[in-house]
Antibody, heavy 123, light 107 residues
């Protein structure tokens, strides 16, 4: 089971970035996926979630209207489109897999994490 | 939004000692609480889910307890690889939230 994020970098305030998370080793479309971020030296903050089919999406208030989560199940890839970026969006962005019960129900906790991709918003 | 408060912020202990970490929720989360371990430069790792269930591959020295608003993560005898930051997380009502973390450092 592996999650590999990419797409981070330095961007000016107001700019855009698209993060990707390539998944392998599991049946990607069976799992809800999440983005979680961690500002430098700070704790963890849930950012966004998407159901296995992609039909349901959810956002933290801090990013609602600016970020869009999506997935391409044919490519086993999760995305986060980030627009109107602010300095406070500077963080390491992790993709994470929501655990499944034996019956296939998505859980609230995250049983697999990528290594993260760093987003820096600065002029 | 449910706020999780972890205490203490830092715990200074020696290898072999017992560590007791606390997580308090601003309202009941029933048993929908998980614990993660994060080492420097690494992603978080799931330790405990549903307050007291160890995740796959987690050693028995890690245990979780509690329900409602008060939860505890106990490490029965600290080993060198256990010195890290620990976070609790809930998703009982509203968005998922994390606690601010407890750093377990070598005394």
């Amino acid at each position: 089971v592996q999650l590999l994020e990419s797409g981070g970098g330095l961007v000016q305030p107001g700019g855009s970035l698209r993060l990707s998370c390539a998944a392998s080793g599991f049946t990607f479309n069976s799992y809800s996926m999440r983005w979680v971020r961690q500002a430098p030296g700070k704790g963890l903050e849930w950012v966004s979630a998407i159901t296995g089919s992609g039909g349901g999406t959810y956002y933290a208030d801090s990013v609602k209207g600016r970020f869009t989560i999506s997935r391409d199940n044919s490519k086993n890839t999760l995305y986060l489109q980030m627009n109107s970026l602010r300095a406070e969006d500077t963080a390491l962005y992790y993709c994470a897999r929501a655990a499944l019960t034996a019956s296939g129900s998505s859980q609230y906790y995250f049983d697999c994490w990528g290594q993260g991709t760093l987003v820096t918003v600065s002029s | 939004e449910i706020v999780l408060t972890q205490s203490p912020a830092t715990l200074s202990l020696s290898p072999g000692e017992r560590a007791t970490l606390s997580c308090r929720a601003s309202q009941s989360v029933s048993s929908s609480l998980a614990w993660y371990q994060q080492k420097p430069g690494q992603a978080p790792r799931l330790l405990i889910y549903d307050a007291s269930n160890r995740a796959t591959g987690i050693p028995a020295r890690f245990s979780g307890s509690g329900s409602g608003t008060d939860f505890t993560l106990t490490i029965s005898s600290l080993e060198s690889e256990d010195f890290a930051v620990y976070y609790c997380q809930q998703r009982s009502n509203g968005p998922p939230t994390f606690g601010g973390g407890t750093k377990v450092e070598i005394k």
